[in-house]
């Protein structure tokens, strides 16, 4: 098969027996450094090239610096939210939920908070030092290091100091590709390979971007479609046009695309897919994506190597479509 797969790495892989038969599939497994810390990642990295080698697969693997995102802290135990319920968050403040960054000198009364890849949604009803209390405006979850997206918020720089830290980590470790979040022009991707020496990914999530998407999928080594934030900087409804502008891109500078995020999040829970989730991935095949990621649904999920097998065939079958015309075939 052409269109090769990237597997996140996470609690579900470590289950015995699980990442053997994951790497069945995956041709790249991605390690996100926005969760766990240095010790965490030496050790799936020992455990995934132990395994791979036991396999006889062939695999690289991809360190995902954390970049600008804001989220929250470590929170004991997944909160239950309810529409209507009052959240306090605080930045340094006990008592409230934990956030890494303060957002209160930029929250307004009436802003919506975004928590997640949108999923639960908050505004704003008060706000005070270092503090904002909201208001749920539907049901949903909040646990640690759940990203979090406030209209009007600052715009850093991307790589950040901290990604370079990372990205020195990820080096020593012998990582094959590096992606770097939020990339905003191509002097990031440039200081970031510069930095390491590893080939760098840069993920499309903003409208900053897109605006400067030519320079840089030029400067990168390898481009991905990152949908979860992309969607909550310009809209949902619009990603279905920047997909198909970016991997037109990455065809036409022969550099290869990476469609990510919620390709089978149904599958985090169940068995089945939906027929949506079959459909995107087939059009993302079509499309010319050269990879298809999976995130939750192999690091947390609760059917990992279906969700990868279902992933291999849905674009198998979509390879051998009568007529077929691939966009891009390069691969990394």
């Known amino acids: 098969m052409k269109t090769k797969i990237i597997a996140t790495y996470g609690p579900a892989l470590e289950k015995p027996g699980v990442l053997g ?31 791979a080698k036991r396999s006889r697969r062939e695999l690289s ?15 004991a135990q997944e909160i239950e939210v309810k529409s209507g319920d009052e959240i306090t968050i605080g930045y340094n403040k006990k008592g409230t939920i934990p956030i890494e960054y303060d957002i209160s000198a930029e929250a307004r009364r009436g802003s919506t908070i975004l928590i997640g890849d949108g999923c639960l949604k908050l505004s704003i ?44 980590f990820a080096k020593s470790e012998s990582f094959d590709w590096i992606g770097l979040s939020f990339a905003t022009s191509a002097a990031g991707v440039k200081s970031l390979r510069s930095h390491t020496g590893i080939p760098v990914v840069s993920k499309i999530e903003s409208t900053a971007a897109l605006s400067n998407l030519e320079e840089i999928v030029k400067a990168s080594d390898a481009v991905m479609v990152a949908r979860g934030d992309l969607a909550l900087d310009i809209g949902i409804e619009n990603i279905p046009e920047a997909q198909r502008d970016i991997i037109s891109e990455c065809a036409r500078l022969e550099k290869p695309a990476i469609v990510a995020t919620e390709m089978l ?9 939906t027929r949506a989730e079959v459909n995107d991935i087939a059009n993302a095949v079509w499309a010319g994506a050269s990879y298809l990621m999976l995130s939750e649904e192999t690091a947390v999920g609760s059917y990992p190597v279906e969700a990868l097998e279902m992933l291999y065939n849905t674009a198998s079958v979509a390879e051998r479509a009568p007529g077929m015309r691939r966009g891009n075939i390069s691969s990394l």
């Open 265 to 273: 999040a149904s599958m985090v829970s169940k068995a089945m897919p």
């Open 61 to 75: 693997l991809l360190a995902d610096l954390p970049g600008p995102k804001i989220r929250f802290g470590k929170i």
């Open 21 to 51: 038969k994951a790497l069945r599939y995956a041709n790249i497994i991605r390690i996100n450094f926005s969760h766990e810390n240095k010790a965490k990642w030496s050790e799936y990295v020992d455990t995934i090239r132990r395994e």
């Open 125 to 168: 009803s008060k706000v005070g030092k270092g503090l904002i209390t909201c208001r749920a405006l539907n049901n949903g979850r909040i646990s640690s290091r759940k990203g979090v997206s406030m209209s009007g918020m600052r715009k850093v720089l991307s790589p950040t100091p901290e990604d370079m830290k990372l990205a020195e």
